[in-house]
């Protein structure tokens, strides 16, 4: 609960000195719980009544917003260490190249119900992260459950590592890849598809997203909430067909998926499904550094002109450039816009209520009128104006790419 002290209870317009105190104080929230979200929203009606940006501000605004943001809390250095020392919770390894890495590799490890270490990973990982010269954090869950990697708050714990190991190291935010085997697997295609605006690659080996069972007790479809959001993210798949632990059905209906996805909405261009026999539950042909080199070319493209975007995540309210404010978990939403002609066109396949096309001036040229269509029918037509508000909002990670300065209604 904010105090009655803090820069959010003063009154009238904040000087620039209390907008940046109020991100800060953003920046302490966390913005994962629903008590965290209401209280970073009273922060931003609060910076409501900052005045309207001029271009020549959002250079010097970005500027000390990422100046802020690197202010925040890092990782230690390379070995085994706990995000929550008094709780002994928390556990990650640090390891690959720690002094000038090329990329970031979260790699997950595999396990079940009481099982699963993430010296695991470090142990069949280390080496083939070190010959990409990538710097690897290798979590452990924070329960030790068939899904450990979507449960217990651990999807959180590894937003943050990403987010602490960026503002410790000189890492390009482009070059962040997940990768895992066995249920490390399941999780790196997992938080790869809820957080796909954050990724370069993805590469899952002998895991797939969690399916649903048929009366049978056979695969026959995926849970909501992955594939959609995985349109513009390179993965390469691995998977043998004689796996003893975990069969190739899952992956092959997967894979079926991804067909269908992209024939309905174009992408998945850098997808690859590597099926082979004989390896049961063991590494790829060639060992994980095979794996990973076909992984190592991918760049994250952070502002793709089409998002297919299928949440399954209360708290995550912006991806790429869209914004929704309470996300509906197992809506489709599909997003286009056309710099050329200012329009941006969003389609939903069930109701859906406050969400926002996100602009900066590398989609548009904020002097040009913008048109915004949802389901066909044009519900906005304008100039954007440029906003503290929406800067602060979407400068959470220090992701340069990811700051937009305008945000347009699409449905309230």
């Known amino acids: 609960m904010l105090l009655a002290t803090s820069a959010t209870a003063q009154k009238?317009?904040?000087?620039?000195?209390?907008?940046?105190?109020l991100f800060g104080e953003y920046l302490t929230i966390d913005g994962r719980s629903q008590a965290g979200i209401e209280e970073r929203k009273a922060i931003r009606e609060r910076l409501e009544s900052f005045h309207t940006l001029r271009k020549s501000e959002v250079k010097t605004w970005r500027k000390d917003l990422l100046k802020i943001w690197g202010k925040g809390p890092e990782l230690e250095g390379e070995g085994t260490h706990f995000l929550w020392p008094q709780e002994s919770r928390g556990k990650y390894i640090v390891g690959g190249v720690t002094k000038r890495p090329k990329g970031l590799a979260i790699c997950m490890h595999g396990g079940g119900v009481g099982s699963g270490e993430a010296t695991s990973a470090k142990g069949s990982y280390e080496e083939a992260i070190r010959a990409m010269g990538w710097l690897a954090i290798y979590p452990e869950v924070l329960e030790k459950t068939e899904r450990g990697w979507t449960d217990s708050g651990t999807e959180e714990f590894v937003l943050e590592l990403v987010d602490r190991a960026l503002r410790t190291w000189d890492i390009d935010h482009?070059?962040?890849?997940?990768?895992?085997h066995s249920m490390g697997g399941y999780g790196s295609w997992t938080l790869g598809a809820h957080h796909a605006d954050r990724v370069a690659a993805l590469g899952p080996s002998a895991g797939a997203p969690s399916p649903l069972l048929g009366p049978d007790g056979l695969a026959m479809d995926l849970v909501p909430g992955v594939v959609p959001s995985l349109r513009n993210v390179p993965m390469v798949v691995f998977q043998s067909a004689d796996d003893p632990k975990v069969g190739p059905d899952a992956n092959r209906i997967a894979n079926q998926k991804i067909k269908e996805a992209k024939k309905r909405w174009g992408g998945y261009d850098d997808f690859v499904y590597w099926e082979v026999t004989g390896v049961g539950h063991g590494a790829p042909p060639g060992g994980f550094e095979a794996h990973l080199l076909k992984l190592a070319g991918f760049v994250r493209g952070p502002l793709p002109t089409r998002v297919v975007w299928q949440p399954d995540l209360t708290w995550k309210q912006q991806f790429y450039w869209l914004w929704w404010e309470k996300p509906r978990l197992g809506v489709t939403l599909r997003a286009d816009y056309d710099p050329e002609a200012g329009l941006f066109d969003i389609t939903a396949d069930k109701a859906a209520f406050g969400i926002h096309v996100l602009l900066n001036e590398e989609m548009c040229d904020?002097?040009?009128?913008?048109?915004?269509?949802?389901?066909?029918r044009q519900v906005w037509q304008g100039v954007p104006e440029r906003d503290l508000e929406v800067m602060m909002s979407t400068a959470t990670h220090g992701d340069e790419k990811l700051i937009f300065e305008a945000r347009i209604p699409v449905i309230l």
């Not at 009238?12 to 105190?21: D, F, I, L, R, Y």
């Not at 070059?175 to 895992?180: C, L, S, T």
């Open 12 to 21: 009238g317009a904040p000087s620039k000195k209390e907008a940046k105190e």
């Open 174 to 180: 482009d070059r962040v890849y997940f990768i895992g």
């Open 366 to 376: 904020f002097k040009q009128e913008i048109r915004v269509r949802f389901n066909g």
